[in-house]
Nanobody, 125 residues
Framework: QVQLVESGGGLVQPGGSLRLSCAAS????????MGWFRQAPGKEREFVAG????????NYADSVKGRFTISRDNAKNTVHLQMNSLKPEDTAVYYC??????????????????WGQGTQVTVSS
């Protein structure tokens, strides 16, 4: 069993930055692919970014490419999402998720087994 806890969300102005963290416990995530998803009010959950178990392969949604960066520290059992140039449309609850298939950076939420509770990100002036 893996427990995931997100942190780092908050209120930020358009153009600002936030760094989300996902801390894992209960088991190591070093063999898992990790992903970030988000869900805005009234919308379906969508893929944001993912990384393979080594961090050598990453994938991003088109809407965040060039602005967001996913990284992981397997020694610390953590995953991060650096979000720059934030826009109001980035407002959502952001979730961290773990996928058994460590080499597959999937954008499909049903392929991820473990999920955190989410952290709210609000981009507004």
């Amino acid at each position: 069993q893996v427990q995931l806890v997100e942190s780092g969300g908050g209120l930020v102005q358009p153009g600002g930055s936030l760094r989300l963290s996902c801390a894992a416990s209960g088991d190591t995530i070093r063999t898992y692919a990790m992903g970030w998803f988000r869900q805005a009010p009234g919308k379906e959950r969508e893929f944001v970014a993912g990384t393979s178990w080594t961090g050598g392969s990453t994938n991003y949604a088109d809407s965040v490419k060039g602005r967001f960066t996913i990284s992981r520290d397997n020694a610390k059992n953590t995953v991060h999402l650096q979000m720059n140039s934030l826009k109001p449309e980035d407002t959502a609850v952001y979730y961290c998720a773990a996928n058994f298939l460590g080499t597959v950076v999937s954008a499909k939420d049903y392929e991820y087994k473990y999920w955190g509770q989410g952290t709210q990100v609000t981009v507004s002036s």
